[in-house]
């Protein structure tokens, strides 16, 4: 029955992307990670990546990127992706899961469209660099 389905909300877990360290680079690729906050490991991590939405008009979307981790340990970052500053233009979507503390977890990190801007940037854990970040 639903009332014994355990309600689980995803904390201390988040998604930066991240314009690279070289301006020239920045200029087309940037990168996007996932951060754990956590005191603890996270296990069996699946994160896919996916990007939709109109340019000038014309539907678009990306393909399906599914990435894999047996773990993620405590307070660590890990690069997921690339992403090519020409999807900014989309809603670019994470969608996470993972084992922790013997249950399932997982979350849906949604950039819509413009989101990843400069205008948005926030001090990234870890990286001591400026980026945009959903927890």
Do not use: C
Not at 2 to 21: F, G, Q, S, T
Not at 119 to 133: C, E, K, N, W, Y
């Amino acid at each position: 029955m639903k009332k014994d389905i355990p309600n689980l909300k995803v904390e201390d877990l988040a998604i930066a992307v991240v314009p690279r360290a070289d301006a020239e680079e920045a200029k087309e690729l940037w990168d996007v990670y996932v951060i754990n906050l956590k005191d603890e490991p996270l296990s069996n991590v699946l994160i896919n990546s996916r990007g939709y939405g109109e340019i000038e008009g014309e539907k678009m979307k990306t393909t399906t990127l599914r990435y894999f981790y047996d773990e993620i340990p405590a307070m660590e970052i890990v690069k997921i992706e690339p992403i090519q500053t020409k999807l900014f233009h989309l809603t670019n979507e994470y969608w996470v899961s993972f084992s922790f503390d013997g249950n399932m977890f997982d979350k849906k990190y949604v950039f819509v469209k413009g989101s990843i801007d400069k205008s948005h940037f926030t001090r990234i854990p870890f990286l001591d660099a400026q980026g945009v970040m959903i927890r």
